[in-house]
């Protein structure tokens, strides 16, 4: 997106935060700016599309952050589900703390250099660690592991628990069976 996109996108998103004194989700607000015009239309299930939409939003709202703060103007406080523009408060150092959220998005190179399957990657990752944490912990379990653990660790405790019970060295078919299904679900 050229310059004047960008300080268009960003002068529009002021705008409607200066006019929700409630704030907007991240989800409200991206389809305020794409009804004005100032983001184009997505095709629902365009993953990399959403991507660009909301790097772009979270790149202007930092920005705007960054402005307002400096100006005494507001404060805006930054998440998906809640971004609101407050008055300004003296004696608040939020900005003055390190936020890496607020790095990456400004740094436009990671807008440029991000592309379908890296946005593919990034949903899966997500969506293991949103679903996974109580599996991961129940199949580490099944191996007598828990947290924190390599795979190198893991992979050596299954191929011990393999040895142990496998029905040819007199174990238990069920039980290994287990085992592998743990390890089959700590691999993906």
């Known amino acids: 997106m050229a310059a004047p996109q960008l300080e268009a996108l960003q002068?529009?998103?002021?705008?409607?935060?200066?006019?929700?004194?409630?704030?907007?989700?991240e989800y409200a607000l991206l389809t305020r700016l794409r009804e004005d015009g100032h983001l184009p239309p997505m095709a629902p299930g365009d993953n990399l599309?959403?991507?660009?939409?909301?790097?772009?939003?979270?790149?202007?709202?930092?920005?705007?952050?960054?402005?307002?703060?400096?100006?005494?103007?507001?404060?805006?406080?930054?998440?998906?589900?809640?971004?609101?523009?407050e008055p300004w408060r003296p004696g608040q150092d939020a900005l003055a703390e390190a936020d890496p959220l607020r790095d990456y998005y400004?740094?436009?190179?990671?807008?440029?250099?991000?592309?379908?399957?890296?946005?593919?990657?990034?949903?899966a990752d997500f969506w293991q660690r949103f679903t996974g944490a109580d599996e991961r912990a129940a199949a580490l379990a099944v191996l007598g592991l828990t947290e924190p653990v390599d795979a190198a660790t893991i992979k050596a405790r299954y191929r011990e628990?393999?040895?142990?019970?496998?029905?040819?060295?007199?174990?238990?078919?069920?039980c290994l069976q287990e085992i592998n299904e743990a390890m089959a679900w700590l691999e993906r």
């Open 161 to 174: 628990l393999v040895m142990r019970h496998h029905p040819d060295r007199g174990g238990d078919t069920a």
């Open 106 to 123: 400004l740094d436009l190179t990671h807008l440029d250099g991000t592309g379908e399957a890296e946005v593919e990657r990034l949903l």
């Open 49 to 85: 599309a959403l991507f660009r939409s909301h790097f772009l939003l979270f790149h202007v709202l930092y920005r705007l952050r960054d402005a307002w703060w400096q100006a005494r103007r507001h404060d805006l406080r930054i998440s998906p589900l809640h971004i609101v523009c």
């Open 11 to 25: 002068a529009a998103t002021a705008r409607i935060l200066e006019a929700e004194a409630a704030g907007l989700s």
